[in-house]
Structures are given as C-alpha cells and as structure tokens.
C-alpha cells in the first residue's frame, strides 16, 4: 500500500471511552418517551448517527426533539463520563512529531466533539476537528469525512481513516480511503471484518507502531 502522511480518527470507541455518558444521555432521552432500552440494545446506537439512533425506537416526528433532548444532556453529564483510552495521547504526539496530519471525523456534533477533546487537553493534537453539523445536512459518516478531506491542510495528502465501527469503515470506501479498525472499541464481532480495512488493531500503541511504521512525508 502507498505510504500514509495524514490519519482521520474517529472519536468514540477509538481515542475515547464514551460509553458511559453516551448510555446515560440514551437512556435520559428514552426515558421522557416512556421508553424502556436496555443496554445490550443500546450498544448498536455506539457510534452511527443520533438521528439514525432514534428512528428505531421512536416516531418519525418525534427524532428532532430527541436528537436536541440528548445532545442538552450529554453536555451536562460527559465530562465526568468520558476518558480517553489508554496510551492515546502518547499515540497522537508520536504521530504530530512524526509529521502526520491529524484530523477528527466523528458522528458527534462537531461543538460536543471539540468540547471534549477540550476537555481532555486533546485539542492541540489535530490539525482539524471534523463533526456533525446540528441539522441534517451534514449527519452521516459518509458526509463528515467528504467535509473533513476537503479541508486546506488535507491537500495532496495520502491518509487513512481510523474507526471501531460499521460507520466509520462504510464511510471510509465511500470517500475512497483505506481503513484501520480498531478491535478494542464498540463493535460486534465480525462487524469490521466485514469492510476488510488493510489492518486491525487490538490497543492504541499497536495503532501507533503501525502508522509510524507507514509514515512518509
């Protein structure tokens, strides 16, 4: 494969350990329904985008009173609940001293996903911070790592998009770039398999070895 100078990371169930939060603002919203999900359910909505999330469970018409309960919920509780893998910020400064370019490209709301990354002292490691918009313009992986690659500082690079989930590897094809999945996030068994990404992770200082070893300026 060609050598690699540029990554797009997705954020939960690849830098971070989200669930926690993520659950309790699922469960919240679920819950002002009269709702009953319980967690196995919920470890599918890990991920895929929130709209798509709700369309299972609830009413059409009821999504965007939902998408907008959830995300007022998760701003409150995900700080406390939130902590990034171990090993990632060791990861990301590696890749910056080695001269990667390091973009975001999460399913998130790009303002959640910024004030997380805040949060953990983890901004100054991306060159981009790629998200959601908070409409549906911009709602599917496809669409935030189209956004995300048509940045200034992604021009003539050769990248390669990091993720845990279905999404994040469909995303990946769609946009034309190989994919590395990550086995220590939120998928089912065989669900990356199925995307045959060119390699698989089980930690993120594996991850790391394998980019340094893939870098070329």
């Not at 910056?96 to 303002?111: D, F, H, N, Q």
């Not at 989930?165 to 190989?178: E, K, S, V």
Request: hydrophobic share 40%; net charge negative; charged share 20%.
């Amino acid at each position: 494969m060609k050598k690699l100078n540029a990554v797009l990371f997705d954020l939960d169930g690849t830098l971070i350990d989200s669930a926690p939060g993520i659950y309790a603002s699922f469960e919240y919203t679920f819950q002002q329904y009269g709702v009953n999900v319980p967690r196995s359910e919920l470890q599918a909505f890990l991920g895929p985008p929130l709209r798509e999330s709700f369309l299972k469970k609830l009413p059409k018409e009821e999504v965007e009173q939902a998408v907008e309960m959830y995300r007022g919920h998760y701003a409150e509780v995900s700080a406390a609940l939130t902590t990034p893998y171990e090993g990632v910020e060791t990861m990301l400064q590696q890749l910056r001293r080695a001269g990667y370019t390091i973009c975001l490209a999460t399913s998130k709301v790009r303002y959640a996903a910024q004030q997380i990354l805040q949060e953990l002292n983890l901004t100054q490691y991306f060159d981009y911070i790629g998200g959601a918009s908070e409409d549906e313009s911009m709602d599917t992986k496809t669409a935030v790592i189209r956004h995300v690659l048509s940045q200034p500082c992604m021009v003539g690079k050769t990248a390669v998009m990091v993720g845990d989930r279905d999404n994040d590897m469909q995303g990946a094809a769609d946009c034309g770039l190989p994919s590395v999945g990550v086995q220590y996030g939120y998928a089912k068994t065989g669900e990356l398999e199925a995307f045959a990404p060119i390699h698989m992770v089980q930690a993120p200082n594996e991850l790391c070895s394998w980019l340094l070893a893939h870098y070329q300026a």
